[in-house]
């Protein structure tokens, strides 16, 4: 067998092996998704918005910076954002001094509304499917 041959084959080996980790990786990753969304559901069967996947956008202050997809939750007393990867930001209503709604948040575009969520303690950014809903319903 030449050397080319042998080269060739083995870059479609590696190729091959290279596609079948990224397919395994994704299902791992909608399978976690998809876990946490059923987990999400039954501690929270109180919603008055959400379960929905998003995106946390990140944070000021004292909260996470780290950006994630992440299930978002309103209950009749509290936010909660439970990423896919990281830790849970559970916030109580009754913390929140504002929100504002901005094309991007820390210098981060993806081409949606990002709905700024206000406290004492800092801030951050959430991506949602309807930015005006979500404002609504925290600001009460």
């Given amino acids: 067998m030449s050397s080319v041959v042998l080269i060739v084959l083995i870059s479609i080996l590696g190729a091959g092996s290279a596609i079948a980790l990224i397919v395994a990786v994704l299902w791992a990753v909608q399978r976690a998704s998809r876990d946490r969304g059923v987990e999400i559901r039954a501690t929270h069967p109180d919603a008055e918005l959400g379960p929905e996947l998003g995106q946390y956008r990140g944070g000021k202050g004292q909260f996470p910076r780290a950006r994630n ?72």
């Fill in 69 to 140: 997809t992440s299930w978002i939750v309103l209950t009749p007393t509290t936010l909660v954002v439970r990423p896919l990867l990281g830790n849970e930001v559970v916030l109580p209503i009754s913390e929140i001094t504002g929100t504002r709604i901005q094309k991007h948040y820390d210098l981060q575009w993806n081409g949606r509304q990002v709905l700024v969520v206000e406290t004492g303690r800092g801030e951050f950014g959430l991506t949602v499917g309807s930015v005006e809903q979500w404002q609504a319903a925290l600001v009460r």
